[in-house]
């Protein structure tokens, strides 16, 4: 691959993770709930697959083990997105504080599990090998530039693009996006004509674990190999980040979780370039955090959230 | 009408609240094709009343019978299911959502899994064409105006098939003009067969339009009239529960020299449009200038403008000659403004306060509320006493939050704070919204007391009886503009009708009022 | 935030009791279901805190920062504001007072002063930022305070990697012994135990705090623009001015805690692999205290003696000491969810009513 090819194919590769926690975090918040616990839904996310593949292995699932760790970082995702929802949508708890708990909860019973799993080890076993590997599609890999940066990417690369447009779809033409991004904007709106807030909410919340167990899974299975409490730092709050620079559309956030990809692939990459090489590694890695806020700060009032967002709804205050 | 059916019976409904008894055993027949008056004043039960029909309430006691059948009403959507449709005051519509996806919500038609948005828009058209709502199915929510956010409201009812229609307080928001429609409206309706309750407090709509009149007072009914065999003062006395006195008492004002000279005041809105056009006027002391017109139309900008709340883009503001634009709050408090919020929630009190706290919301930087930077908790309860026993605040203690006051009582502490810090301008802003009638009375006798004692007021408000009964003179503002001023002697209602509506005064006549205006 | 400021002022104040015991029921449950014995883990807890004099004084010293931050997120929380980023202006005004601490050459009685009051204004400067983009721009505080976190990070390590490195480590030099804040004296009769001037800071800040907030002009005016800001800009305050100073005040008490972690604690800062997290657990102690000054003081000792007892845990008992993560994170899950906590109790209060009225 030419240096360019391979900028952006890490870029694409990054960037998935992001995407697919991103694409979470809208239907969480479209349907009004905020969730600032994004990043502990990851580490879930990520853990779950590096346990599962691990033992669906030790299980003989051959190579479906990957795919088995992916599942169960989906079904264990949206459970412990569970807590979020009864907390803040049955009991009407404060949403950025659940979502904090959510953080330090799912970094703390991880890493105890890993440590009693893997006999007081820090990390799970090394899947190289178990874990996904990059997949060329035929003919359309063969493209010189384009085809290194876009058609030589993993599995989950694939399918999280595939996700992006069905999340469009399913905002913007169904009955079901109709009615959860009407629970987020009014939903004494919703609640007159017969929708049930408290479900849509349930399933925005539940939609956000999945895609954001998901996310982690990626993270794992193609990047790290293993699960540690370092696996996930910080990549669930540039997510949040991607959703309100993407102005809560999914589209919107994948180009967002594109450019931030682009940014951690640059930081990966940056031997590549004689200009990069003099750059400290520090203020690559800051870079993400440092545009969203200039971007915040010129953006900020154009951008609209859910007119709803972070407000629990109460019927009897109408 | 007695002989048409009955479709809907409330019977013997109780809804309690911590505290209060909203609903207490209260029943209500509706017959088809009838409009039915729901009166009472604000905090009376009607709104509670008819969310219990609506199924977003519960009754702790009673039952609804549909088409005399007992039925339980267990959400808007059992509610929608026996045809029963609400148009709320506050409109339950999704602003970024077009006109035809807030009428389908929660009963989309559907190609595969896609929603049909052509097929609703043309169903919504066809809808809209049966009863001449002219509504454009494509538009958003937030593009059009407030008149016609109602009418998509009714579509949504009728576009369930509703044959039951509540309507909360409809006309609150509209002008004199939307008004006229919306009776041609609901006439329609009901000629179609459709039964349709009003809640309202306006004596004259009923008078206009209703068949019968069910009063409400204090969660209880007081009696049910046909409306054609009853009187404006009946109702009224029915709803206070005495005789009631519209006029407010007051002898000619005496003004004195000019207090507030506003001159080519101009705010502009957030698309760039101007909110406040160009305005201009003066308040003398010793005198009320009111100014009247439908929500919206610029009077919070222009009072904010004064207040210096809100940045003005042009124009002067004077209050004894001293050039307030571009000064800060404070600034403009200082120079003898004192200004009685529209809404008192979000402005007038800081709710988590004590009372104490809040009545010196304003003013509490000064001695002897602080010395050198520390507050001085015994000078701030002093005075808070004080003013609770010169105004009739009642509480618990001055200590208790503001939050826990009723609604009458938090108004009183605002306004005792405001008259009391010996203002030159005292600015009122729907100063009795939400009141009942003996608060109401309490407040207008204050301001007129403030007005005798040669204070300059602005008052501004929608509701035109409290305009003619206070004010001497009166301008009417409709799209951030003033569309003519007037001395309240020689007010000509329908002239101000149609200046709400945005027709300027054109004629001879109106020279002559704008004239006396200025003198 | 109004739901937020529900949950500070109007809880019961049996909650933050009977969340604790939640949590730490919780804690037991998974210990058990881990097979560990939860009994023996929460005894070698408590073995660890109070076993012996030099463990009793790194137990405090555990506390003090969380003492800083606390007050640091409950009063910015007061003014109406969420500061999740104690964090990142806690990493700052370490990194800043640890530079002053190497780099200048003062004599003790300026230099350790010096170098802690550093601290404290670059905390309040980082937090700054946030509160003026706030303020100017209506950029939500919560997000912006998560990034500067990760900038803070970033930049304090690139700080330590290479400007203030002690070559050939992955760390920085060592502060001059003129910039120590350790209580020698206590020191070595805590057989030395890191003890240090910042916890007696830390209590002084919050009577600071409670008398800014409430015997103070500036005090009326935060909380009125917290609680309600259109009020409070109708009462003439400078609302946007409140939202900076209140955002300084809180960054300021978050930098003095990171000053002290240095100067009083490791006298030099490590590259660091992960946030090191006092700024999130301040929000914990800050809702625990009530959000109260003097409740912070009870909730920092609570979260700081867990925290610290969890080492023994995992020494003594094997249990990984990661379980207090979770007994916090659930002790904040209740009191934030009161409504479960009231939940849990229904049956309780339902039962002794009965027995009232037996009884009666």
Same mark, same amino acid.
């Given at each position: 691959m030419?240096?360019?090819?391979?900028?952006?194919?890490?870029?694409?590769?990054?960037?998935?993770?992001l995407?697919?926690?991103?694409?979470?975090?809208?239907?969480?918040?479209?349907?009004?709930?905020?969730?600032?616990?994004?990043?502990g839904?990851? @580490?879930?996310?990520?853990?779950?697959?590096?346990?599962?593949?691990?033992y669906?292995?030790?299980?003989?699932?051959?190579?479906?083990?990957?795919?088995?760790?992916?599942?169960?970082?989906?079904?264990?995702?949206?459970?412990?997105?569970?807590?979020?929802?009864?907390?803040?949508?049955?009991?009407?708890?404060?949403?950025v504080?659940?979502?904090?708990?959510?953080?330090?909860?799912?970094?703390?019973?991880?890493?105890?599990?890993?440590?009693s799993l893997?006999?007081?080890?820090?990390?799970?076993e090394?899947?190289s090998?178990?874990?996904?590997?990059?997949?060329?599609v035929p003919?359309?890999?063969?493209?010189?530039?384009i085809?290194?940066?876009?058609?030589?990417?993993y599995?989950?690369?694939?399918?999280?693009?595939?996700?992006?447009?069905?999340?469009?779809?399913?905002?913007?033409?169904?009955r079901?996006?109709? +009615?959860?991004?009407?629970?987020?904007?009014?939903?004494?709106?919703?609640?007159?004509?017969?929708?049930?807030?408290?479900?849509?909410?349930?399933?925005?919340?539940?939609?956000?674990?999945?895609?954001?167990?998901?996310g982690?899974?990626?993270?794992?299975?193609?990047?790290?190999?293993?699960?540690?409490?370092t696996?996930?730092?910080g990549?669930?709050?540039i997510?949040?980040?991607a959703?309100?620079?993407?102005r809560w559309?999914?589209?919107?956030?994948?180009?967002?979780?594109?450019f931030?990809?682009?940014?951690?692939?640059?930081?990966?990459?940056?031997?590549?370039?004689?200009?990069?090489?003099?750059?400290?590694?520090?203020?690559?890695?800051m870079?993400?955090?440092?545009?969203?806020?200039?971007?915040?700060? *010129?953006?900020?009032?154009?951008?609209r959230?859910?007119a709803a967002?972070g407000?629990?709804?109460?019927?009897?205050?109408? | 009408?007695?002989?048409?059916?009955?479709?809907?019976?409330?019977?013997?409904?109780?809804k309690?609240?911590?505290?209060?008894?909203?609903?207490?055993?209260i029943?209500?027949?509706?017959?088809?094709?009838?409009?039915?008056?729901?009166?009472?004043?604000?905090?009376?039960?009607?709104?509670?009343?008819?969310?219990?029909?609506?199924?977003?309430?519960?009754?702790?006691?009673g039952?609804?019978?549909?088409?005399?059948?007992?039925?339980v009403?267990?959400?808007?959507?059992?509610?929608?299911?026996?045809?029963?449709?609400m148009?709320?005051?506050?409109?339950k519509?999704v602003?970024p959502?077009?006109?035809?996806?807030?009428?389908?919500l929660?009963?989309?038609?559907?190609?595969?899994?896609?929603?049909?948005?052509?097929?609703?828009?043309?169903?919504? +058209?066809?809808?809209?064409?049966?009863?001449?709502?002219?509504?454009?199915?494509?538009?958003?929510?937030?593009?059009?105006?407030?008149?016609?956010?109602?009418?998509?409201?009714?579509l949504?009812?009728?576009?369930?098939?509703?044959?039951?229609l509540?309507?909360d307080?409809?006309?609150?928001?509209?002008?004199?003009?939307?008004?006229?429609?919306?009776?041609?409206?609901?006439?329609?309706l009901?000629?179609?067969?459709k039964?349709i309750?009003?809640?309202? $407090?306006?004596?004259?709509?009923?008078?206009?339009?209703?068949?019968?009149?069910?009063?409400?007072?204090?969660?209880?009914?007081?009696?049910?009239?046909?409306?054609?065999?009853?009187?404006?003062?009946?109702?009224?006395?029915?709803?206070?529960?005495?005789?009631?006195?519209?006029?407010?008492?007051?002898?000619k004002?005496k003004?004195?020299k000019?207090?507030?000279?506003?001159?080519?005041l101009?705010?502009q809105?957030? $698309?760039?449009?101007?909110?406040?056009?160009?305005?201009?006027?003066?308040?003398?002391?010793?005198?009320?200038y009111?100014?009247?017109?439908?929500?919206?139309?610029?009077?919070?900008?222009l009072?904010?403008?004064?207040?210096?709340?809100?940045?003005?883009?042009?124009g002067?503001?004077r209050?004894?000659?001293?050039?307030l634009?571009?000064?800060?709050?404070?600034?403009?408090?200082?120079?003898?403004?004192?200004?009685?919020?529209?809404? %008192? $929630?979000?402005?007038?009190?800081?709710?988590?306060?004590?009372?104490?706290?809040?009545?010196?919301?304003?003013?509490y930087?000064?001695?002897?509320?602080?010395?050198?930077?520390?507050?001085?908790?015994k000078a701030?309860?002093?005075?808070?006493?004080?003013?609770?026993?010169?105004?009739?605040?009642?509480?618990?203690?001055?200590?208790?939050e503001?939050?826990?006051?009723?609604?009458?009582?938090?108004?009183?502490?605002?306004?005792?704070r405001?008259?009391?810090?010996?203002?030159?301008?005292?600015?009122?802003?729907q100063?009795?919204?939400?009141?009942?009638?003996?608060?109401?009375?309490?407040?207008h006798?204050?301001?007129?007391?403030?007005?005798?004692?040669?204070?300059?007021?602005?008052?501004?408000?929608f509701?035109?009886?409290?305009?003619?009964g206070?004010?001497?003179r009166?301008?009417v503002?409709?799209?951030?503009?003033?569309?003519?001023q007037?001395?309240?002697?020689?007010?000509?209602?329908?002239?101000?009708?149609?200046?709400?509506?945005?027709n300027?005064?054109?004629?001879?006549?109106?020279?002559?009022?704008?004239?006396?205006?200025?003198? | 935030m109004?739901?937020?400021?529900?949950i500070?002022?109007?809880?019961?104040?049996?909650?933050?009791?009977?969340?604790?015991?939640?949590?730490?029921?919780?804690?037991?449950?998974?210990?058990?279901?881990?097979?560990?014995?939860?009994?023996?883990?929460?005894?070698?807890?408590?073995?660890k805190?109070?076993?012996?004099?030099?463990?009793?004084?790194?137990a405090?010293?555990?506390?003090?920062?969380l003492?800083?931050?606390?007050?640091?997120?409950?009063f910015?929380?007061?003014?109406?504001?969420f500061?999740?980023?104690?964090?990142?202006?806690? @990493?700052?005004?370490?990194?800043?007072?640890?530079?002053?601490? *190497?780099?200048?050459?003062?004599?003790w009685?300026?230099?350790?002063?010096?170098?802690?009051?550093?601290?404290g204004?670059?905390?309040?400067?980082?937090?700054?930022?946030?509160g003026?983009?706030?303020?100017?721009?209506?950029?939500?505080?919560?997000?912006?305070?998560?990034?500067?976190?990760?900038?803070?990070?970033?930049?304090?390590?690139y700080?330590? %990697?290479?400007?203030?490195?002690?070559?050939?480590?992955?760390?920085?030099?060592?502060?001059?012994?003129?910039a120590?804040?350790?209580?020698?004296?206590?020191?070595s009769?805590?057989?030395?135990?890191?003890v240090?001037?910042?916890?007696?800071?830390?209590?002084?800040?919050?009577?600071v705090?409670?008398?800014?907030?409430? +015997?103070?002009?500036?005090g009326y005016?935060?909380?009125?623009?917290?609680?309600?800001?259109?009020a409070?800009?109708?009462?003439g305050?400078?609302?946007k001015?409140?939202?900076?100073?209140?955002?300084?005040?809180?960054?300021?008490?978050?930098?003095?805690?990171?000053?002290f972690?240095?100067?009083?604690?490791f006298?030099?800062?490590?590259?660091?692999?992960?946030?090191?997290?006092?700024?999130?657990?301040?929000?914990?102690?800050s809702?625990?205290?009530?959000?109260?000054?003097?409740?912070?003081?009870?909730?920092?000792?609570?979260?700081?003696?867990?925290?610290?007892g969890?080492?023994?845990?995992?020494?003594?008992?094997?249990?990984?000491?990661?379980?207090?993560r979770?007994?916090?994170?659930?002790?904040?899950?209740?009191?934030?969810?009161?409504g479960?906590?009231?939940?849990f109790?229904?049956p309780?209060?339902?039962?002794?009513?009965?027995e %009232?009225k037996?009884?009666?």
């Open positions: 030419d240096t360019i090819g391979l900028l952006l194919n890490t870029t694409l590769v990054f960037s998935t993770a995407i697919l926690v991103a694409l979470g975090g809208i239907f969480s918040e479209r349907s009004g709930v905020v969730n600032i616990g994004l990043e839904l990851m @580490i879930i996310g990520a853990f779950s697959s590096a346990v599962f593949t691990y669906g292995h030790e299980w003989g699932l051959g190579g479906a083990s990957a795919w088995f760790g992916v599942l169960m970082s989906i079904v264990l995702g949206a459970a412990f997105s569970l807590l979020h929802a009864v907390a803040t949508i049955t009991f009407k708890a404060n949403q504080i659940i979502g904090v708990v959510i953080n330090i909860l799912a970094l703390g019973l991880t890493v105890y599990l890993v440590k893997f006999n007081g080890s820090g990390q799970t090394n899947l090998g178990i874990a996904f590997t990059k997949y060329n003919f359309l890999s063969d493209i010189p530039l085809g290194d940066a876009l058609f030589k990417a599995p989950t690369t694939y399918l999280c693009y595939l996700l992006v447009f069905v999340s469009w779809y399913a905002l913007y033409r169904t079901f996006g109709l +009615r959860l991004r009407s629970v987020g904007e009014h939903p004494g709106a919703a609640d007159t004509v017969g929708i049930s807030v408290t479900k849509y909410r349930y399933i925005g919340v539940l939609l956000s674990g999945a895609l954001s167990g998901l982690g899974a990626t993270i794992s299975l193609t990047t790290t190999y293993d699960f540690s409490h696996t996930i730092s990549q669930g709050f997510a949040i980040a959703v309100i620079f993407g559309h999914p589209i919107g956030a994948a180009a967002a979780a594109l931030f990809g682009f940014t951690q692939a640059l930081r990966f990459q940056a031997g590549l370039f004689d200009w990069s090489k003099s750059i400290p590694n520090e203020f690559l890695y870079l993400p955090y440092v545009l969203t806020l200039l971007v915040l700060a *010129i953006a900020a009032g154009k951008s959230a859910p967002v407000e629990p709804y109460d019927p009897s205050k109408r | 009408m007695g002989q048409q059916p009955i479709v809907a019976e409330l019977k013997g409904i109780t309690r609240f911590p505290g209060i008894v909203a609903n207490d055993n029943s209500l027949q509706l017959r088809k094709g009838e409009i039915h008056a729901l009166l009472g004043e604000n905090g009376a039960g009607k709104s509670t009343l008819m969310n219990i029909l609506f199924g977003l309430y519960q009754p702790d006691e039952h609804i019978e549909i088409d005399g059948k007992p039925v009403i267990d959400g808007a959507g059992k509610a929608i299911e026996l045809r029963i449709g148009v709320h005051q506050h409109f519509l602003k959502f077009t006109v035809a996806e807030n009428i389908i929660g009963n989309e038609p559907t190609k595969g899994i896609k929603v049909d948005i052509k097929g609703a828009g043309e169903r919504v +058209r066809q809808l809209s064409d049966q009863y001449g709502l002219k509504v454009d199915p494509h538009v958003r929510i937030e593009d059009i105006t407030v008149g016609m956010q109602q009418r998509v409201e009714i949504k009812t009728l576009y369930r098939g509703a044959d039951i509540i309507f307080e409809p006309t609150a928001v509209l002008t004199v003009q939307e008004i006229e429609e919306l009776i041609e409206i609901l006439r329609a009901a000629r179609e067969g039964s309750i009003l809640i309202t $407090h306006k004596l004259k709509e009923i008078m206009a339009i209703a068949d019968t009149c069910t009063v409400i007072r204090r969660g209880k009914v007081v009696g049910s009239v046909a409306v054609k065999d009853s009187s404006e003062r009946q109702l009224a006395e029915m709803m206070v529960g005495r005789s009631v006195n519209f006029q407010v008492n007051k002898e004002s003004p004195g000019a207090i507030l000279e506003v001159n080519g101009t705010v809105g957030e $698309h760039g449009k101007a909110v406040v056009d160009n305005v201009s006027f003066q308040i003398r002391a010793g005198e009320i009111g100014i009247a017109g439908v929500d919206g139309n610029g009077q919070t900008q009072v904010e403008a004064i207040t210096g709340m809100r940045q003005a883009s042009g002067s503001v209050v004894h000659g001293q050039e634009l571009g000064s800060s709050v404070r600034q403009v408090t200082e120079a003898g403004v004192s200004h009685i919020p529209e809404d %008192r $929630h979000k402005h007038g009190l800081v709710l988590d306060f004590s009372v104490s706290e809040n009545m010196v919301l304003g003013n930087y000064r001695a002897p509320y602080t010395r050198s930077g520390i507050l001085n908790y701030m309860d002093e005075n808070a006493t004080k003013l609770a026993a010169e105004f009739d605040v009642r509480m618990s203690s001055i200590h208790t503001a939050r826990s006051l009723s609604g009458g009582n938090q108004q009183k502490a605002i306004i005792a405001e008259l009391t810090r010996d203002p030159e301008l005292i600015i009122a802003v100063p009795t919204r939400g009141l009942d009638v003996g608060a109401i009375e309490f407040v006798k204050q301001l007129i007391e403030a007005r005798n004692a040669g204070k300059a007021v602005l008052l501004v408000s509701e035109l009886e409290e305009l003619y206070l004010s001497d009166l301008a503002i409709y799209e951030g503009r003033i569309m003519g007037m001395d309240a002697d020689e007010k000509n209602e329908e002239q101000i009708g149609l200046m709400m509506a945005g300027a005064l054109g004629s001879a006549a109106s020279d002559t009022a704008l004239r006396q205006g200025e003198s | 109004q739901a937020f400021n529900k500070f002022t109007k809880q019961e104040t049996y909650v933050p009791f009977v969340a604790i015991v939640l949590g730490l029921l919780v804690g037991a449950i998974v210990m058990w279901l881990g097979g560990y014995n939860p009994w023996e883990a929460y005894g070698a807890m408590l073995n805190i109070f076993g012996s004099k030099y463990d009793f004084g790194e405090i010293r555990q506390v003090t920062p003492i800083f931050t606390g007050l640091a997120v409950a910015a929380f007061r003014a109406g504001l500061n999740i980023g104690a964090e990142g202006q806690f @990493i700052t005004g370490m990194t800043a007072a640890t530079w002053i601490g *190497i780099n200048l050459d003062l004599p009685f300026i230099h350790m002063p010096l170098a802690v009051i550093v601290g204004i670059a905390g309040a400067l980082w937090a700054g930022i946030a003026w983009l706030k303020a100017s721009r209506g950029v939500n505080e919560v997000i912006s305070t998560i990034m500067l976190n990760w900038i803070a990070y970033y930049l304090a390590n700080m330590v %990697r290479v400007v203030m490195v002690e070559s050939g480590q992955n760390r920085s030099k060592d502060i001059q012994e003129t120590s804040a350790s209580m020698d004296w206590l020191v009769i805590l057989d030395n135990a890191r240090h001037w910042g916890t007696l800071v830390a209590v002084l800040c919050a009577f705090f409670y008398y800014i907030l409430w +015997r103070t002009r500036q005016e935060l909380r009125a623009s917290g609680f309600n800001p259109d409070a800009h109708y009462a305050i400078n609302v001015g409140s939202i900076v100073k209140a955002m300084m005040i809180s960054g300021a008490l978050a930098g003095l805690g990171g000053a972690e240095s100067l009083g604690v006298k030099s800062m490590a590259v660091m692999n992960a946030l090191p997290g006092y700024g999130f657990d301040g929000i914990a102690v809702l625990l205290g009530g959000n109260n000054p003097f409740g912070i003081i009870f909730g920092g000792l609570l979260f700081g003696f867990l925290s610290y969890s080492t023994g845990m995992s020494f003594e008992a094997d249990v990984p000491n990661e379980i207090i979770i007994v916090i994170g659930a002790v904040i899950f209740f009191v934030a969810s009161h479960i906590v009231k939940w109790l229904k309780f209060f339902r039962k002794r009513r009965e %009232r037996e009884a009666a």
